[in-house]
Each structure stands twice: as structure tokens, then as C-alpha cells.
């Protein structure tokens, strides 16, 4: 279930630009309730198990965590609720804050890893290589780097427990020598990868002037109905936002827009700008088991 990848680069770029960029700003706790409940939801629908097991194991105690020590350290508002120690006041509003700091953190992560499933290197070159080629080149060698080091570091782990070498195995002196040793075949390896990379990029002349790049990647229809969509969502948002119809702050007291049908038409416009992939990836499966 992974058919948002299968659209034009430039359509999956602008689709995680605005809703990454609203969960950022966006500080208003239905907004927030919508971009976080949208993100859990396609992070699952991409990765499955791990996605459910990453969101509950690390990222709901981080959001626990954020939403405690903020109000620790944030004494801000005017509704007092208890004095801490050292006579630091206790707020309803940094409480309030410390909450949708949480949602907001938790919704970028989930995004930011729907991110790294849908947009490949390949993808990010596509779009900046001819803009800035160094820096998309140097951006998308280092988003590509973390897993490959990661599943280099899982082989050679297994292998060195075979051989009873493993940072798990012996005593606390043998771990931490089998730690080393499986350090320095990392950085052994990491040298090696660029030194080829680098090897790799000359045969094919890279940096030479007048050389075209392959790309597989063709904007059609689908592509210019989905990003007129998106841009038009995102427009209305924005408009929204502007004109204050989704206005929130926490201090120094909690104040809102009032409800009003403008409002509401803004959180629903959101609503569907956020599911966009959802709708697609569904609409898919209906498709396919229509066609069975």
C-alpha cells in the first residue's frame, strides 16, 4: 500500500511542505488534533507493525515527556494552579502549551518518517539537482547514509555473534573490545562506500559541464490534478489562518476565534488536505478488489 510514492516527485514534495510547515505553525488544538491524528495514521498505513510499535513505545512517552517538562519550565499565563518548588507558579496555559508542544513534536516525526518512505534520493535530486546539485546531492548521500550504515551495522553484528564476538557475549572488558572491533569495521566500511561513491560519480562524470541526468519520473494528469488540489488547500488554509478564523493562544490567557461556519469550513479543508495519501491509498484498495 504505497501508491502516494507512485506520483510525480514534485506533487509528494509540495504535499509534505505545507502539512509538515501547518503542523509547525499551526497552534491552534483542533489543527493539531487533525495533522497528528492524519500522520499516526499514514505512518501506520506505510509501515505497518513498526510504525504502531515505534508510536507507542517511543514516540507517545516522548509526547508524555514534553507535555510534563514544559510546564516546569514555562511559567507563563495567569490561571495559577499550584506553586512548584522554589515558588514557581504552576499554569493552566503552560499546561495547555505543553500539550500541543507534544502533538506538534509527534506530528512532524510521523511525518518526517512518511517523508523518508515516499521522497528517495532519486526523487530530491530530481527536484534540486539542477537548482543547488551540490547541496541536493549532499542532502540526499546523508538521508540515505543513516539506514544503510544502520543495516551494515545489523550484518556485521550477526556475524561477529557467530563467531562469539558480539557486544553481547563475555564479560564487560570482552563487550566493549567486540564493540570496538565492530566500530572499526564500520568506519572501515564507511571509508571504503565513499571512496567507491566518489570513484563512481567521476566514471560518470559528474561536475562536468553539459551533462544531462536520467529520470523516470513524467508529470501527467494525475500528477496536475493532485497538486492543483493540494495548492488550493493549502491556499485556503493559509487564507484562513490570515484572516483569523483558526486563531488560538495559550498566553497569557487561552483566547480563540469564535466558532463560526468560516471556522469550520477551515478545519475541514485542512482535514482533507492532511489525508490526501490516506484517501488515495484507500480509494486504491477499493480499486483493486474491485478489479479481482
Known sequence: MNEFKNYHPIVNFA?????IGFAMFLTNPICLCISFLSGFTYSVMLNGKKAVKFNFTILMPMM?????????????GITILAYLPGDNPLTLESVFFGIASAAMLATVVCYFSCYNKIMTSD??????????????LILSMTLRIIPRFRDQ????????????????????????????????VMVTWALEHSIETADSMRSRGYGLPGRSAFSIFTFNRRDLKALLC????????????????????YF????????????VSIFAVYFILCMIPVVIELWEVRRWKFIE
Do not use: W
Request: glycine share 10%; aromatic share 10%.
Open 15 to 19: 504535499y509534505f511542505t505545507a502539512v
Open 252 to 263: 497569557p490567557s487561552v483566547k480563540s476565534a469564535e466558532a463560526s461556519v468560516f471556522s
Open 230 to 249: 493540494i495548492i488550493i488547500l493549502s491556499g485556503y488554509v493559509i487564507v484562513g489562518g490570515i484572516c483569523g478564523g483558526i486563531y488560538f493562544r
Open 123 to 136: 526523487k530530491f535530486i530530481y527536484l534540486f539537482g539542477r537548482v543547488i546539485p551540490s547541496m541536493s
Open 64 to 76: 508524555i515527556i514534553t507535555a510534563l517538562v514544559n510546564p516546569v519550565f514555562n511559567h507563563e
Open 153 to 184: 551495522m545489523k550484518t556485521i553484528s550477526h556475524a561477529q555473534r557467530c563467531i562469539g564476538c558480539d557486544i553481547s557475549q563475555g564479560s564487560i572488558l570482552k563487550k566493549a573490545k567486540n564493540g570496538m572491533r565492530i566500530l572499526s
